[in-house]
């Protein structure tokens, strides 16, 4: 029988976020079967998506549906939001919480009742994963989500990669803008160094995860979810993509955006970087790209790399991530869900999960916890 997880929320609050004006939700240990499984059910639009995506602004980044934090109040309730949960750890609980910052338009967090110096702070006592509808079409949909999706896994490593993101960004977005003033070259070049040394940030953070997570995705916890071949596309196309360390790659950067500063100011955007890299996926058992295999089988490499990473966050950090997983069952076969349940069992983690229909949820039986979702209320 499955037990406690050694890190789980034990009880969530929400005040004026989405739906909900306010809901309250204490989650103690069901019998034998430990907090591991929270099932929310109800109909399309009764606020099970916007309770996990509460969950998910409890770290780094902008929550599972990426909204502007100021667009999260519920509509024609008090103005701003909050969540708030505890957390049980090893250590004891720890109460963490998050909300509109009245001062900016941005989240403000408090550890047991005080401002934390960061959002990165949260990952001491908490690190998430998530699997939504809108990520099924990620193999064949734009590189742009599937770098989104390489830096979630990133930043649930390693937190302070959103730094990274974000900083690499703002500069970047300097950058583009006093090419088109046609600024003077020394202050673009000034510019080019703070992004270079992001950006070299971002490519070792990215490929060490890659290189880590690799090993696990050749082992995986069900014949069900197949295992992946990972990799990062060249970020300039050629010999110079061996790099071995940051001051190499930087200086190749800063090489690069110098020669094409002209290229640069007429496409309006900066074309070399590591956002314009894609995240290449391959289907180990039938070395084909992701993008080609079925539907199917596409939705069960996301799961399975998802079951991955939660095992090498766990080994890396000592933190299994808590699982967000919305509509996961609605298109998997019978046997493909006990399957899930199954490995996800293993993992000794706390997981989320949503449906229209309790019936997809019958093969955990007595192990969940289940809270029907109406309307922006939480029964039990």
């Known amino acids: 029988m499955p037990k406690n997880p050694d890190h789980y929320i034990s009880r969530l609050r929400l005040s004026s976020f989405r739906s909900y004006a306010n809901a309250a939700l204490d989650i103690e240990p069901q019998n034998d079967s430990g907090a591991s499984f929270v099932v929310l059910t109800g109909s399309n639009g009764a606020g099970k998506t916007n309770l996990i995506e509460a969950i998910s602004l409890l770290c780094p980044g902008r929550g599972l549906r990426g909204s502007p934090f100021d667009a999260l109040s519920k509509i024609n309730g008090e103005t701003g939001w909050a969540v708030a949960a505890t957390i049980e750890t090893k250590d004891g609980p720890v109460d963490v919480g998050c909300g509109l910052s009245p001062q900016n338009g941005g989240r403000r967090v408090k550890i047991n009742g005080a401002n934390a110096r960061s959002v990165e702070e949260m990952a001491t ?104 071949v990972l990799s990062l596309d060249p970020m300039f196309g050629d010999e110079r993509d061996a790099f071995t360390s940051s001051v190499a790659l930087e200086t190749a950067l800063l090489e690069s955006w110098r ?122």
């Open 125 to 228: 006592f908490i690190r998430l994963l998530w699997l939504t509808p809108a990520m099924d079409g990620l193999f064949t949909g734009p590189a742009s989500d599937r770098r989104r999706f390489l830096d979630r896994l990133v930043m649930t490593l390693i937190p302070d990669h959103s730094r990274s993101i974000s900083g690499f960004e703002k500069t970047m977005r300097q950058r583009n803008r006093l090419l088109e003033e046609n600024a003077d070259a020394d202050w673009i070049s000034a510019v080019e160094a703070q992004m270079a040394d992001f950006a070299a940030a971002i490519h070792f953070a990215r490929a060490d995860s890659i290189e880590h997570l690799q090993q696990l995705a050749n082992m995986s916890l069900s014949a069900a979810f197949p295992g992946s």
């Open 259 to 380: 020669q094409n500063r002209a290229l640069d100011r007429a496409a309006k955007r900066t074309l070399i970087g590591p956002h314009r890299v894609d995240l290449q996926v391959f289907h180990r058992q039938k070395s084909m790209p992701a993008k080609l295999c079925s539907t199917g089988e596409q939705k069960a490499l996301l799961i399975g790399l998802i079951l991955a990473h939660s095992r090498l966050v766990a080994q890396m950090t000592s933190i299994t991530p808590i699982l967000l997983l919305d509509e996961i069952c609605a298109h998997l076969d019978p046997d493909r869900r006990l399957a899930l349940f199954a490995a996800l069992e293993q993992l000794n983690t706390q997981v989320w999960m949503t449906g229209t229909d309790p019936v997809l949820f019958e093969g955990l039986k007595d192990q969940a916890l289940f809270i029907q979702v109406r309307d922006g209320v939480l029964i039990r």
